[in-house]
C-alpha cells in the first residue's frame, strides 16, 4: 500500500529537498542508459522544483556520481528533515 500525499506535504517540496524513496523504480542509468531499478529506500535530491504530481530527483552513488535523474511521483516520496541538535558541554 502505497502512502498518500497530503497537499501540505507536496507544498513543502522544493529544490535541494532530501528525499527518500517509498516504491521502488525502474529507470535508466544517467551515463549508460541502461536499464536499472532504483530500490526503495534509497536517497534521492530533489533537482527541480515540484511540479503537478512529480517530482525531478537525483539518486547518486557513494561517491556523488549521478546514477539516475527521473520524475518520481510524490507518493513515492518522503521528505527527510534534518534538524540541528546544540551542542552540550
Known amino acids: 500500500m502505497t502512502p498518500h500525499i497530503t497537499d501540505e506535504l507536496a507544498d513543502k517540496?522544493?529544490?535541494?529537498?532530501?528525499?527518500?524513496?517509498?516504491?521502488?523504480t525502474p529507470t535508466t542509468h544517467f551515463e549508460s542508459g541502461e536499464?536499472?531499478?532504483?530500490?526503495?529506500?534509497?536517497?534521492?535530491?530533489?533537482?527541480?522544483?515540484?511540479?503537478g504530481?512529480?517530482?525531478?530527483v537525483?539518486?547518486?552513488d557513494a561517491d556523488g556520481c549521478a546514477v539516475a535523474i527521473d520524475a518520481i511521483p510524490v507518493e513515492h516520496l518522503m521528505l527527510l528533515v534534518h534538524q540541528m541538535?546544540?551542542?552540550t558541554a
Do not use: N, R
Open 85 to 87: 541538535s546544540a551542542a
Open 53 to 56: 504530481e512529480t517530482a525531478l
Open 13 to 24: 517540496l522544493k529544490e535541494h529537498d532530501v528525499v527518500v524513496l517509498l516504491q521502488s
Open 35 to 51: 536499464p536499472i531499478t532504483i530500490t526503495q529506500g534509497s536517497v534521492g535530491t530533489i533537482v527541480d522544483d515540484y511540479i
Open 58 to 60: 537525483e539518486f547518486a
